[in-house]
């Protein structure tokens, strides 16, 4: 119980807010790319599978993730399963 | 075996890197070593007043690479510490007046009569910094536990990998363990998280660094500063022991002065 609170006092504190803060920073300034400019390329991404493949839109995640130095853009994007067509 | 080149730098300024060019200086020289500290910033000369050699400057850095002088005459030697040796920057010159190539040229000189090259880097990302990472062999990036310092820093990280100057070696400094423990200031594992290099040496807060930099003293020369330790332990890494961390005590706030009240039953 008490690691619960800590944990909720712990997100209240400034060094917390700077931690949470610098990590998007550092992302958007080593790829050179804003973070409106990154929802962007999301929003594209999602696009350009959907119109090949009917995608679960509530489902999908794309996240950017720090791996030692380098970046990572980490997709995951669950398709719905394709209902067979009535042959005909 | 040819001496080793290292470049004390940073991006952001303010943060610690005369301070802590000083001090490895002082520190490498009383153990004996040869070293020489060059003060790359020029137009904006510190690294003599914090030595307190200040006083005996004829020549400089710009005399030296435009050939107005030989470099035993640029050389100035510490009294205290006869191993230690300064080149002041121009103090009326641009960053301009030296090249990347330039420098290179002067530490593959100073290599074969030194053990040690210490590089004062100027703040920023331009010409300066430029200067003071070509010829390096160990690139020693100074951060502080704070946003914009740590921001820089991470900067001047990819900007040395680009360069092929790394691996960057992380000097956290300024640390205030109180703060810390409060969650008032970022942990030195959540700066190494963030810029996700390998960390040379966490140096705390300490007010000796003040008062023995207003005498021009080298605080690795006091034995009890806690700063003093951390520099000393920093250059014995940079000669490749292992040395562990030193861990952060708090500083006698509130809880300590209660516990001493306890201790010495009220007085």
Known sequence: MSGF?????????SAYQAKERMKLVLINDRINMSSSALDNLKTEIIGFISRHVEIDQDAVRIEMKQDGRQQRLIADIPLKSSRRKSVG | MPGKVVTITSGKG???????????????????KKVVCIDADIGLRNLDVVLGLE?????DLVDLIEGRCRSRQALIRDKRL????LIPAAQTRDKSAVSPSDMTRLCDDLRGEFDWILIDSPAGIERGFRNAI?????????????????????????????????????????IKPGMVKRGEMLSPDDVLELLAVELIGMVPEDEVVI????????????GKSKAGQAFRNIAKRLQGEKIPFLPLEEESGF????????RTGGN
Do not use: M
Request: glycine share 8%; aromatic share 6%; proline share 5%.
């Open chain 2, 134 to 174: 070509a010829p390096t062999d160990i690139a020693v990036v100074i951060t502080n536990p704070e946003v914009a310092a740590v921001r820089d820093a991470d900067r001047i990280i990819g900007l040395i990998e680009a360069e092929e100057k790394g691996p960057a070696r992380l000097l956290i400094n300024r």
């Open chain 2, 14 to 32: 303010g943060v610690g890197k005369t301070t802590a060019t000083a001090n490895l200086g002082a520190a490498l020289a009383a153990e004996g």
């Open chain 2, 211 to 222: 008062t023995s930099t207003n005498r021009g003293t080298p605080v690795v020369l006091d």
């Open chain 2, 82 to 85: 006869p191993e230690l040796f």
């Open chain 2, 255 to 262: 809880f300590g002065k209660i516990s001493k009240l306890i």
């Open chain 2, 55 to 59: 006083n005996r400057i004829v020549y």
């Open chain 1, 5 to 13: 609170f800590e944990q909720l006092f712990h997100r209240d504190t």
